[in-house]
Structures are given as C-alpha cells and as structure tokens.
C-alpha cells in the first residue's frame, strides 16, 4: 500500500507548513503512524509518532515545534510544522507501523509515501 504525502514547499526561516498523508483503499485506523524525514547525504531520520489512540512522540530536535496528529474518520495523518528552520530542510516521508504504538524504529514501519520535499530558506 503506497501512503501519499502532500503540502511539502518552500518557506522562510520561521513559517510554517502542514504536511498531509492518506492512504488511498485502505485505512490504518489499528496502527501507529509517523513522519520521517531525510536530507541530502543524510540517513532518513525520525520525526514523530503518533498511536492508533493518539498518543504522541517527538524527537527532540522538532519537540514543541511540530504536530503530529489524525482523523481517523478521513483516513488522514497530519504534520503542523512551525518556527522552521533551514535544518529542517529534507524530503518528507510518511509512514504506517506494523503495531498499535508509537515507535521510532525504520525498521517497524511497513508502508510509507512517496515524499514531499520541505526547503527553509534562511
């Protein structure tokens, strides 16, 4: 099942954007979701988790900047980003879990999106 996220651009040091995902004839409504993130010559990297009861998890580097959230009812997985930063620069995958819980580990997502591209200027 290929995820789709959506709402990636260019913005100023300091804006924000709101990255959308779905996930077109099938619905994730029992599995924890997240936000991953990867920049040229990076590793892909954690962003946020949220669990099939919305219970949330950040890393550090975007904790109290960023918001992760869902509708479960339109099938949807949000990602509120305020105050960017050019680090934050980096393509933006989302991703569904195989459990229930928040996790930060690659390894125990089984489908992901194709990526939206975010670039902060400073």
């Known amino acids: 099942v290929q995820l789709q996220a959506s709402g990636g651009g260019l913005v100023q040091a300091g804006g924000s954007l709101r990255l959308s995902c779905t996930a077109p004839g099938r619905t994730f409504s029992n599995n924890a979701m997240g936000w991953f993130r990867q920049a040229p010559g990076k590793e892909r990297e954690f962003v946020a988790s949220i669990s099939w009861k919305s219970f949330t998890y950040y890393a550090d580097s975007v904790k109290g900047r960023f918001t992760i959230s869902r509708e479960l009812n339109r099938n949807m997985l949000y990602l509120q980003m305020n105050s960017l930063k050019p680090e934050d620069t980096a393509v933006y995958y989302c991703?569904?879990?195989?459990?229930?819980?928040?996790?930060?580990?690659?390894?125990?997502?089984?489908?992901w999106g194709q990526g939206t591209q975010v670039t902060v200027s400073s």
């Open positions: 991703a569904a879990a195989r459990g229930s819980s928040t996790t930060s580990r690659f390894s125990e997502y089984g489908h």
